[in-house]
């Protein structure tokens, strides 16, 4: 059981480039979730889904984008990256029952803006 | 408005010290679960534990336990005898039953060092 699998690790972007952060998770969770987590900060949320087909904003959508076409999959699009982009970004999910609420991690993506 | 306060930012202690991260929130719910993370030096998030607003026992899970108390809006979490490989940032966090996201508000965690 892998859980929540982000892709990729480790990116390095010029300024202006795109790219999509990827996301799944093998749970069956209807909830996912995109955060960003700077350097001595805490988590920032970005974007959330709590279904296919369904997202909203969170605190700092501002510069991405996200769909959800599957309940296993939650993509985030950076599409002009900015320097103010560099960061740590987590994908998480949730599911609906017993343990709903507990949101499980991805391994997270470190992306640097150059 | 919620929030999540954990006002040490960072701990240093000796190994096999005992060690009491502080979490306090805010809260106009009546029903809400807390929870706490831990992110060590490789940088993943990891589960420790979830409370519902209902249960006030004190949880003991080996050398780590956590006391919540409602009449303070505390949900503070003890490691004792700690260890190196304690070593790690401590995020508390809060989530309200009523709607339909599921967020989490984060507290801006506390890094523990724990030193041989």
């Known amino acids: 059981n892998a859980g929540v699998t982000q892709t990729p690790k480790f990116r390095i972007l010029k300024i202006g480039q795109s790219m999509t952060l990827q996301c799944t998770q093998d749970m069956n969770h209807n909830y996912m979730y995109w955060y960003r987590q700077d350097p001595g900060m805490g988590l920032k949320l970005i974007y959330y889904s709590v279904g296919a087909g369904i997202t909203d904003k969170g605190e700092v959508p501002n510069g991405y984008n996200v769909s959800r076409s599957t309940t296993e999959d939650f993509p985030l699009r950076l599409e002009l990256a900015a320097p103010s982009q560099t960061s740590v970004y987590f994908c998480?999910?949730?599911?609906?029952?017993?343990?709903?609420?507990?949101?499980?991690f991805g391994a997270g993506t470190r992306l640097s803006v150059l | 408005a919620q929030k999540v306060t954990q006002a040490q930012t960072e701990i240093s202690v000796v190994e096999k010290e005992d060690v009491t991260l502080d979490c306090v929130y805010e809260?106009?719910?009546?029903?809400?679960?807390l929870f706490w993370y831990k992110q060590p030096p490789s940088g993943e998030l990891v589960f420790l534990i979830r409370?519902?607003?209902?249960d006030e026992q004190n949880e003991i899970s080996g050398r780590y336990s956590w006391n919540f108390q409602k009449s303070t809006s505390s949900f503070n979490f003890t490691i004792t005898a700690s260890q190196v490989v304690d070593s790690a940032v401590y995020f508390c966090?809060?989530?309200?039953?009523?709607?339909?996201?599921?967020?989490?508000?984060w507290g801006l965690g506390t890094s523990l060092a724990v030193n041989p």
């Open positions: 966090a809060l989530s309200e039953n009523a709607g339909n996201n599921r967020k989490l508000i």
């Open positions: 409370r519902n607003s209902f």
């Open positions: 809260t106009r719910d009546t029903t809400y679960y």
């Open positions: 998480a999910s949730s599911g609906t029952e017993g343990k709903k609420n507990i949101q499980y």
